[in-house]
């Protein structure tokens, strides 16, 4: 039961004990020392939120003392004179066993994709037939034609490649700061009417983010491993596709097909900066077709964008608020206000609006971590503004041109 690891924050006097959490914890250790105390329990956790007495600091021998007896983290910030402690500790121990929703939800999103990829390279894995509900055509495959099914691996492979990072991303840094999290979600959508084949991937955290630090780290690794995977696959993807005769423009200058219908495609700082340096000509003077592994790259950079809009529960939200509680939620009502004109040049930005709210319950703003305190210190709030100059750089005002 010893300490694994300690954080100090000289200003505040936040620290951070780290147990190895090898016998059940036993929170009467602590009551005897807080003034005051909250009992939360959650479904799986237990929150002990209180104060030290007043005749205590986090340096007295008994509260090093239910230190080391606590085995698990152990959260104190002193600040204005009182040292404020909260404790995270699980309750019901989860059974182990294989992720079977997970597994039956990426491979049916893989067969999504790969269906995808094929019909963006004008093939028909499914013998598509037409049921016709009205005057409605509704699509719905026959049959799968394995061999003409694999077309679309090119597209399906990377583009999982780029979902699953991003995932593992959150993953990782969750697991480094002791947050539990699910491995990936995956949503599987019919290509007939999402055209890529899926609706994104997920996790759930399932443990509660105690401090701020531990939330920018989860909110922007997400991001940062999308956007960085999916810059060579962007750069290599361009230097395979071709200018096709046609009509393009700056703002849409890329070009798909898919089921034999033409889809162009929006433009960004990034994808600008390099179809013009790696891409088969001039952007903006003839369409250019992208190859699979572009429109993989150009969707990387489309998803790391969504996921940094800086509302509620998205990663965007998650940063803002670590970077700065007090104005994360002026800043979530001034970006939904703006989605409203954007909406006015791509429809899908209202819709993306509506599904926000209708997520998050009409509450647009960031919910309040256990310990706002500490701040995120130099290094974090340099990522953080790495993380503000992804989300620009990356940002399609108009994504889609059917």
Do not use: C
């Not at 597209?155 to 993953?171: D, I, K, N, S, T």
């Not at 592994?293 to 998650?318: I, K, R, S, Y």
Request: glycine share 10%; hydrophobic share 50%.
């Amino acid at each position: 039961m010893g300490t694994a690891g300690a954080e100090a924050n000289p200003k505040i006097g936040a620290i951070v004990m780290v147990g190895a959490e090898a016998v059940k914890p036993d929170p009467a250790v602590w009551l005897p020392l807080l003034a005051e105390y909250r009992l939360t329990s959650l479904p799986q956790d237990a929150v002990l939120e209180g104060t030290l007495r007043p005749d205590l600091t986090a340096a007295s021998p008994e509260v090093q003392a239910a230190l080391s007896e606590w085995p698990t983290a152990a959260h104190l910030q002193s600040e204005d004179g009182q040292t404020r402690v909260v404790l995270v500790y699980r309750i019901r121990d989860e059974p182990r066993r294989w992720p079977w929703v997970q597994t039956a939800l990426l491979l049916a999103t893989l067969l999504t994709t790969l269906g995808a990829g094929a019909l963006m390279a004008g093939l028909d894995p499914f013998g598509t037939r037409v049921w016709a509900l009205g005057e409605v055509p509704i699509p719905y495959p026959s049959t799968i034609d394995w061999p003409v099914l694999m077309v679309g691996a090119t597209f399906a492979l990377p583009f999982l490649g780029v979902l699953l990072a991003h995932e593992m991303g959150h993953y990782v840094a969750a697991h480094a700061h002791r947050v539990r999290a699910t491995l990936p979600y995956f949503v599987p959508f019919p290509p007939y009417f999402s055209i890529i084949g899926t609706l994104g991937a997920f996790i759930r955290l399932r443990s509660p983010t105690v401090r701020r630090s531990a939330l920018f780290d989860i909110g922007s690794a997400g991001p940062l491993a999308s956007f960085a995977l999916s810059l060579p696959i962007l750069g290599v993807g361009l230097g395979l596709s071709e200018a096709v005769p046609g009509r393009a423009t700056l703002a849409s200058p890329f070009l798909i097909h898919f089921a034999g219908e033409s889809v162009r495609l929006g433009n960004g700082v990034v994808t600008h900066l390099f179809a013009s340096l790696l891409g088969p000509g001039g952007v903006g003077d003839a369409p250019i077709l992208l190859h699979p592994l572009a429109l993989v790259g150009w969707l990387g950079m489309f998803v790391t964008a969504l996921n940094l809009l800086p509302l509620g529960q998205l990663d965007g939200g998650h940063v803002l608020y670590a970077v700065s509680p007090r104005r994360a939620a002026l800043g979530a009502r001034l970006f939904l206000a703006a989605l409203l004109p954007l909406g006015l040049v791509w429809w899908g930005w209202w819709a993306w609006a509506l599904i926000v709210v209708a997520i998050h319950r009409g509450r647009i703003q960031h919910a309040r971590v256990l310990q706002p305190g500490p701040g995120l210190g130099p290094r974090r709030r340099i990522l953080g503004w790495l993380v503000i100059a992804v989300f620009f750089l990356t940002f399609v005002p108009v994504p889609v041109h059917l």
